[in-house]
């Protein structure tokens, strides 16, 4: 494979292709690929999520344990959102530190989490200033055909509403004892990301890799249940007009529904 | 990893009294094993492996250019296998950045795999396994092998055998084979081995713990009796992916209308 | 000596195929006096020859073959092509343009890195490189259509028997169709609807490469397509 080095014709015909209202693999413009969610079919993580959305492939873990606070939040626990570009998914990754898009992927999901306040996070205290609860959130991508933030998000919110959070007791001489009772982690709002691509004058949703090669840019919207936006991110060397980026968020309200629907059916 | 030493000498004559292993399997039983071809559509070759609670993808890239050159050979190929887990496969979370661990076992799964391949004949190119531990129940690098050999014959890569593998050892002054999780961890020892069946060679070998001579070589017989029934298993995955096709086909039509392939010819 | 399998029957590496004397046909071996496979295929017995018809595999370049490959680097006097094998093939400017080189001739006006060409392999060097040629009729750089992948030990199914499957295709979807040895095929047609129609019958062809009777089961595949569609 060559440096992602994009091949002219390729470019050509999808734009050729998107501006007649189609997609190359007969989609319409504001069409899902086949989206199949399933939750908690890992027994070692307190919470999973196996998300194809057509051939990209991705699963969630959520995994519960004990660390130590941040400085002017004594009180109140972390959750850390991980992305790992596994090298098995696509030909051009690499095994090695995480890319820039890596990081991306993860800081837009986490981004759309916490701004939502997803998770009350003092109430996951354990030994003030020393001890609190950790989430770790790892998002672990296993086939790579394009739109992983909007993959990664729904397996996210997925993976976390089926999250059985272990009962930690906390001894007076201030020794932390996990039980074995669970309960189910508490999500105070619903946040799911969605992507909208500009190819041309055209916005399109959930691209494949092909389209997100040749893609001008792209604006990722979090919406939560009550149609409240939580996260926006553009990227791509373009701009976009107030108009579109007005058009991008109704798309995004009206499709965060729509995937929402398929991400929280394993609650 | 803690193993207990504590029986230093080995009277089977206490235990006779009908010992059974933890999950109830005879003490030279396998876990039940599923194996997949053609899991990750961007992969020239891949398969996905159960092996007990093990859930493992393997995916294989190449023969391809080898980055950076100098690491080519001018007059022979390169196997690089990569074993690495999800931070969410273990408990507790564990860093998803390689450990000393996760080296040294890519490369006996290297030295393990490579004699089965006509290296050879792909001079200055590197053949690509990526090892991807998904949720890991003992036994993993064994479970790996048997993935990474499907996965290269999934590839379409030469092949002089399969290679199979799995682990026996002792447990409460038992010899046993393929360890559980729990076994692993608590056993007195685990001789993980891999194996070329046409050739009677074996090409991994480790062990850990407190073993006789004696109860080594018997570790290691019964270990290959594993890995000849792991190979008719994996035989079976790889001739799967085209069985269903095939069984509907026999229903349709007579076979007389056959069409040798071979005589097909570019234009 | 003895036939361990029947012909069209599946095999995979190591399975033993023959045991004694027999010529050795492509993707198999010869190991202690008997015959294995080296691949996933379908064995095939002639009379005095066993061969594996690979079922997966990359692509290993031979001269004559037609490629489609990508334009990845331009070097003094010769272009880099990407042509998804282990090594990256060389077209120089004679096998370009037929003249030699020059120092200040602008190479990017002939090819451009991302610029899509169908090339013949026309020599391997010492090291194996495969050297290109665009001189010829039908080859060069391409200005429309898209490119399908599919695994290349499946390029023959679909070229069929003295073309008899490609012509049908050509027939049932007037869509231009250059089939590169090494899995691309370059499509061009008239309107979207006949590029999808080819999409489906090809891929229809990779995943039953291994079935018998299939020129029949796509022509048929394709009659039903177009009553569908009228």
Known sequence: MSNNIVSRLKRKKIVDVVATGKRMDGRELLQYRDLEIKTNFLAKSEGSAEVKLGK????????????????DT??????????????????????????????????????????????????????????????????????????????????????????????????????IKKTDKTEKLKLRAHPLAVTVCKIGDSLIVDPTYDEEEVKDGRITITVDENGNLNAIQKRGPVGFTLDEIKKCINIASEKSAEIKAIALAGE | MSKTTKKKTTKRKTSKKKWTRVDGRKPDELRPIHIESGVIPNADGSAYIEMGRNKIIAGVYGPREMHPKRFSKPNMGILRCRYHMAPFSVDPRRSPAPSRRDKEISMVMTDAIEPALFLERYPRSVIDVFVEIIEADGGTRCASINAAAVALADAGIPMKDLVSSCASGKYEGNLILDLGDYEDKNGESDVPVAYLPKNDQVTLLQMEGIMTQDETEKC???????????????????????????????????????????????? | MSVKFETRDIVVPGDLLYEGRIRTGENTFRSEGNVYSNKVGLVNYSKDRVSVIALEGTYTPLVGDLVVGMVSDIELGQWVVDISTSVNAILTMPDAINKSFRTNFDMTRVLDVGDVVVAKIVDLDRRRTP???????DLGKVHEGFIMK??????????????????????????????????????NGRNREDEELVVKVIHKIETEAHTSGLTNRIQEYLRTIKEDRN
């Open chain 1, 74 to 175: 004594p009180d109140a626990g972390v959750m850390m959102v991980n992305a790992e570009y596994t090298p098995v998914a696509h030909p051009t990754w690499e095994p090695g530190p995480p890319p820039k898009d890596a990081i991306e992927l993860a800081r837009v999901v986490d981004r759309g989490l916490r701004a939502a306040e997803i998770i009350d996070m003092s109430k996951l205290g354990l030994i003030s200033g020393v001890k609190v609860q950790m989430i770790f959130v790892d998002l672990y991508v296993l086939n790579y055909d394009g739109n992983l933030i909007d993959a990664c998000s729904a397996g996210a919110l997925a993976a976390l509403t089926t999250t059985e959070a272990p009962e930690y007791k906390v001894s007076k001489k201030g020794e």
């Open chain 1, 56 to 71: 990209t492939h991705v699963v969630v873990g959520v995994k519960i344990g004990i660390g130590h606070p941040f400085e």
């Open chain 3, 150 to 187: 599919i695994t290349p030990s499946k390029i023959p199914r679909l070229i069929g028997k003295k073309g008899s499957m490609i012509n049908m295709i050509l027939r049932g979807t007037r869509c231009q169709i250059t089939i590169g040895q090494n899995g691309k095929i370059l499509i």
């Open chain 2, 220 to 267: 290691i017989e019964l270990a290959i009796e594993g890995c000849k029934q792991i190979y008719e298993i994996q035989k079976e995955a790889l001739k799967k992916k085209y069985g269903m096709v095939e069984a509907t086909e026999e229903t349709e039509e007579a076979p007389e209308e056959e069409e040798p392939v071979e005589e097909a010819e570019e234009e």
């Open chain 3, 131 to 137: 050297i290109l040629s665009i001189l010829g009729r």
